[in-house]
Each structure stands twice: as structure tokens, then as C-alpha cells.
């Protein structure tokens, strides 16, 4: 049950409409960025089609995943004999380099074991030019964040224990896992590492494979991606720097590669507002043994002098931000560092470091604030409605809220599966808080300007009742 839940209800220990996707969704979405990579979720086949649902329409690319299709047979009998058919099928048709087989809740339930059967599939075949990588993503034990995560982990480990040789180059290399980045915000971060001199490992790499350019003939898969040589080099990194510092130990790839090899680790918040932007840039410059270039430096001059353009106006936001966990700690650390206030902070992961954290964060602006963890949208509408709360920040699964209560609706993080763009929104570093900060002042901006004739008369008619 979720430790939010205040309300009255007439049924227990269920959620209606969960904040939060399950963890082969976040799965299939690490491994599309991996160069030649296919996925196959062994479980039924609404799992394969419920994520590539969602991933085709908020990139608006087409999303190909494969599906072991259990049965009631299969349920009951287990599922190798549908998991080895599909590989096969799966190999032959794709050619993939890589095949990330994710369980799910159906698969985990049953007890199937699906490193025996990826072992058995390679004695009925010739699958020496493939990868197969067995992931243990059951739907039900987290979210997309922990899926996410713990699929990069799983790859990272595989390759890192194939022992390959280190590479010219490979110890000057920095690791970079990010999570909840947009296509844009990929390639935001690319061209930071480029102006820093540094040489970045990003992992995965998602830009160019769910937001690629027009091509007339569509490809099985993208020539794009983190190729799995770099996995096989990341063991012998001088860091790994991780974005997204709120999920467990134990899913973390930075904490894999420091605890077996000693590739030192540094895990930080998303670098959303200025603060945390900073402490990434603090990072790189310890990296990098170098001050920061004055390209940053006028990058972060522009980023405060378009916060006091807009600290006039931040003040009139009461906002409610929801999603991903590390996108809602990202998005409140701007929201409070601009004056804005925050009602609600709300995610549906079950990570007790987001509520301790941005708790700790609204203590520093002496700010309460309502913070769920493992929530719902019921819930997250019973705090709304009724309340001052005039925007509110989050994915495309509040859309019946914005709907029922007339409030203005910023669409970030996944799914944005009703407006088009979502991937190439830029929100990451200097510039793309700045981007993000103006697109919220505007809203509320537009707000003010709709609603003051009405102020007005209200105003003006309720002094006219009172003197008459
Ligand atoms: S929650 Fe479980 S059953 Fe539902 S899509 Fe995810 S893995 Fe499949």
C-alpha cells in the first residue's frame, strides 16, 4: 500500500492507475540505446505490447520488441520451449549483435530460469556472433527507474566479465550513465563533455535511435547507439559519473564498476536548476584536473541572469510535479531554488531516498510541502483538487487530471504519449534549466494575463455589493 495514502477508500492494498511504468519498460528503453541491440520480454504478450505502445507514441519512432507470447501452456508447463522459439526467430529475422531477454511478473511468478534456458538455446543453434544477455526485470518488484538501471548494470556486468583486453585510450575514458534524458538532453550532454575536453562513454545512447532523422527506408535496427565494444572498455575508465543518484546500490552500474574494478564513482542528481548543474560541473572540472571553459562559465552567467529576469514573476507558482523520481527531485530543486512553491512532490517508485532527500532539500528553503513515494494518480488527484495549486508538472498520465480540474499542465518525463516533442525537450545543464525555467514563467505568466480582467471585475463588483 502506498505510504501516501491518507484517504478513505472501499478496497485495500491497491493502487488505481500507478504513478510509474514497471521495470521492463524502463528495460527495453536502456536497451534501445545500444548500437544493434533487440529486446525480447519473456511473459505474455500484452507486456511486449503495452511498452512499445507507450515508446512509439512518445518518440514517435517505430519501436520493434519481441515477445516469448506465454500461453495458459506455457504458464503451467514453463515457458523455455515458447522463450527458445522466440530467440531464434528473433535472431534470424533482426541479425542483432545484442539480445537483452527481460523477465516479467508472469516469468518471475512461474520460476522460470532464464540463464538456463539462454544456455540451452545455444546448443540448438549457431548464435556465436550474438550477445545474449539475460535481465531480470520482474514488473512487479519496481519501477522503470529500477528497470532502467538495473538493465545498463546487467549489460555492463556481462561485458565486464568477458575480461576483453584494455584499449589505447580506454583509462582516459569517462562513463556516463544518465537516466530520464531526453534525446536532447543527450546531445546537450555530448556537446558539454566536447567544450570540457572530456571524453565521454554515454551509456546508453538513445539520441540519434528514438529521435532519428527522416530516412525513406525504414531499418530493422539503428546503426545508432552505444556500441557493446564500449561496454567491453568501461571496466577500465577513469570514472563513471551517474546521473540520477536515487535508486538503490545495488541497481547502480557507477557502484558495480567502483566496487569490482575500482573505476571511482560519482552518483548526482539529474543537473536540472543551478545547484545541481553546479555539482556536475564541479565533477567534470575534478575530472578533467582544469577549471571550467568560459563557455560554461557564460552558460551558467546567462542561466542567473535569466532567473532575475524571472524572479518577479516565479513567485506565482504553486505547483504539484510528479513522475520518475529522479525527474521530480531534478524539476523541484529548479522549481525551489526560483521562489516557485511547491504543494506536491510525487513519484510511484519505492525508494525512501527521494522523500529524505527532497524533504531535506525543502528544509534548506524552508518550505512544506506534500511529498508521495509509491503513489498513485488517485491520490495525487484527491491532493490537487481543491487546492492552490495552479500547475503542474509531470507525464501524460495526469492528463484527466488537467482534464477534471482546469489546471495548466507542463508535459515532461515518460510517457508523453498526447502532445508531439517530448524527446526533444532540453531541460538538462545550464541552458536547458534556463529553457525549462522560461517555459514554466510563461505559463504562469499567461495565467496572470488570461485571468486579470476577471480579478478585476470580481473585484470591482464585490467592493460595489460590500459599499452598497
Ligand atoms: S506490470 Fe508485469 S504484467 Fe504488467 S506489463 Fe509490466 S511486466 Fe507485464
Not at 527522416?214 to 559519473?241: H, I, W
Not at 522549481?335 to 511547491?342: C, F, P, R, T, Y
Not at 524552508?366 to 495549486?389: C, G, K, N, R, W
Amino acid at each position: 500500500m502506498s505510504d501516501s495514502s491518507t484517504r478513505e477508500r472501499n478496497y485495500v492494498n491497491m493502487q488505481v492507475n500507478p504513478c510509474k511504468m514497471c521495470m521492463p519498460m524502463g528495460g527495453s528503453l536502456a536497451l534501445k540505446g545500444i548500437r544493434g541491440a533487440m529486446t525480447i520480454i519473456h511473459g505474455s504478450q500484452g507486456c511486449s505490447t503495452y511498452i512499445r505502445r507507450h515508446m512509439a507514441a512518445h518518440f514517435n519512432e517505430p519501436v520493434d520488441i519481441a515477445s516469448s507470447s506465454l500461453s495458459e501452456e506455457g504458464t503451467v508447463y514453463g515457458g523455455a520451449k515458447n522463450l527458445k522459439i522466440g530467440i531464434a526467430n528473433l535472431v534470424e529475422m533482426y541479425k542483432p549483435e545484442v539480445v537483452g531477454v527481460l523477465t516479467t511478473c508472469l516469468a518471475e511468478t512461474i520460476g522460470d530460469d532464464i540463464e538456463r534456458i539462454i544456455r540451452e538455446v545455444r546448443k540448438i543453434g549457431d548464435f556465436s556472433d550474438v550477445d545474449l544477455i539475460p535481465i531480470a526485470t520482474p514488473g512487479y518488484a519496481g519501477s522503470q527507474a529500477e528497470g532502467y538501471f538495473s538493465t545498463i548494470r546487467a549489460i555492463t556486468k556481462y561485458y565486464s566479465e568477458k575480461n576483453m583486453p584494455r584499449k589505447e585510450g580506454s583509462h582516459q575514458k569517462v562513463n556516463v550513465i544518465v537516466s530520464n534524458a531526453t534525446c536532447e538532453d543527450i546531445r546537450e550532454l555530448k556537446r558539454i563533455f566536447n567544450v570540457m575536453d572530456i571524453d565521454a562513454t554515454i551509456v546508453p545512447d538513445i539520441s540519434d535511435v528514438l529521435d532519428a532523422p527522416y530516412m525513406e527506408e525504414y531499418q530493422k535496427l539503428s546503426s545508432e547507439g552505444t556500441p557493446k565494444e564500449a561496454f567491453e572498455q568501461m571496466r577500465y575508465a577513469k570514472a563513471t559519473v551517474e546521473l540520477g543518484d536515487l535508486v538503490d546500490h545495488r541497481y547502480s552500474t557507477a557502484a558495480y564498476l567502483e566496487d569490482n574494478y575500482g573505476v571511482k564513482s560519482y552518483r548526482l542528481p539529474l543537473p536540472i536548476g543551478i545547484n545541481n548543474t553546479d555539482k556536475m560541473m564541479r565533477v567534470l572540472a575534478e575530472i578533467r584536473q582544469k577549471e571550467l571553459p568560459e563557455a560554461i562559465n557564460k552558460e551558467r552567467g546567462r542561466l542567473i541572469d535569466g532567473m532575475i529576469d524571472a524572479h518577479k514573476h516565479s513567485a506565482l507558482g504553486v505547483i504539484a510535479v510528479f513522475g520518475d523520481m529522479d525527474l521530480v527531485y531534478g524539476i523541484s530543486a529548479l522549481l525551489l531554488e526560483n521562489g516557485m512553491k511547491i504543494h506536491l512532490a510525487a513519484t510511484g517508485t519505492a525508494q525512501k531516498k527521494f522523500k529524505e532527500q527532497l524533504q531535506s532539500l525543502a528544509d534548506c528553503y524552508d518550505q512544506s510541502l506534500t511529498i508521495f513515494q509509491d503513489t498513485d494518480f488517485e491520490t495525487i488527484h484527491e491532493a490537487i483538487h481543491d487546492s492552490e495549486v495552479n500547475l503542474m508538472i509531470g507525464h501524460s498520465d495526469g492528463k484527466f487530471i488537467w482534464e477534471k480540474e482546469g489546471i495548466d499542465f507542463i508535459r515532461v518525463g515518460f510517457p508523453v504519449h498526447d502532445h508531439v516533442g517530448a524527446q526533444r525537450k532540453l531541460m538538462m545543464g545550464y541552458r536547458g534549466s534556463l529553457f525549462f525555467l522560461d517555459e514554466i514563467v510563461n505559463h504562469l505568466l499567461d495565467q496572470k494575463h488570461i485571468n486579470y480582467r476577471k480579478r478585476m471585475y470580481d473585484a470591482y463588483y464585490l467592493q460595489k455589493e460590500v459599499a452598497e
